[in-house]
């Protein structure tokens, strides 16, 4: 079983409709992150979450708010979609803590392809 | 302002030799140093790393050398095999203990062809 799971894998919306993407976790992670992907272009943060009570903007919030229901549960909507938001969005986890001289590493669930039309 | 670039957006290369993957980044606050592999239809998955008190860092038939002076990473995969057809991401992190946010460069497509 996958331990970064991600619903839909495929969704198609129109402009204006209200959308979300959930993400589930069995690693036990406290961090989860969502990230967009677009063609062409590297992996952008849209929000992260250290634990359910602590959210942040990434560097690209805008159009986009999150919810952390649970410690292994972490959702991403647009409220209101539009074409540009047509892109790939993954969601990864990492646990916290520091070994010294390394960062602990981010998994990723298998991504949802989004498109707005 | 792109922090991490990686300029070639593909790259082919033979069976069995060597294959060399680069990075550079613009900030110099940047300290560590990651690659990721994506297949089609699947997520990143976390290949290497390397800190910045570092300037090698192997783990098996993967090597990442960083050169802070050039602000320039690379991978090496030797010897190349025909699974290690991916895209692959370099990505940095700056700012101590528990650093969460990973600048991602846009990806090198890499074919090896059997």
């Known amino acids: 079983d996958a331990d970064v799971t991600q619903t839909p894998r495929n969704r198609i919306t129109k402009t204006g409709k209200r959308i979300m993407l959930e993400c589930s976790q069995t690693?036990?992670?406290?961090?989860m992150y969502w990230y967009r992907q677009d063609p062409g272009l590297g992996l952008r943060l849209i929000y992260y979450s250290f634990d359910v009570k602590d959210i942040n903007k990434g560097e690209i919030s805008d159009g986009y708010s999150v919810s952390r229901q649970a410690q292994a549960k972490f959702s991403l909507s647009l409220e209101s979609a539009i074409p540009n938001q047509t892109a790939l969005y993954f969601c990864?986890?990492?646990?916290?803590?520091?070994?010294?001289?390394?960062?602990?590493?981010?998994?990723f669930g298998p991504g949802t392809r989004l498109t707005v039309l | 302002d792109q922090q991490v670039k990686q300029n070639s957006p593909s790259l082919s290369v033979q069976e069995g030799r060597i294959s060399i993957l680069n990075c550079d980044y613009t900030?110099?606050?940047?300290?560590?140093f990651l690659w990721y592999k994506k297949y089609p239809a699947e997520g990143p998955t976390f290949l290497i790393s390397i800190s910045s008190i570092k300037d090698k860092n192997e783990d098996g038939r993967f090597t990442v050398f960083l050169n802070k002076s050039a602000k320039h990473l690379s991978l090496h995969i030797v010897p190349s095999q025909p699974g290690d057809s991916a895209v692959y991401f370099c990505?940095?992190?700056?700012?101590?203990?528990?650093?969460?946010?990973?600048?991602f460069g846009k990806g090198t497509k890499l074919s090896v062809i059997p």
């Open positions: 990505a940095a992190s700056r700012g101590g203990a528990g650093s969460y946010q990973l600048t």
């Open positions: 990864a986890t990492s646990d916290s803590g520091w070994t010294g001289e390394i960062y602990n590493e981010q998994f």
């Open positions: 900030n110099s606050m940047l300290d560590y």
């Open positions: 690693k036990g992670h406290d961090r």
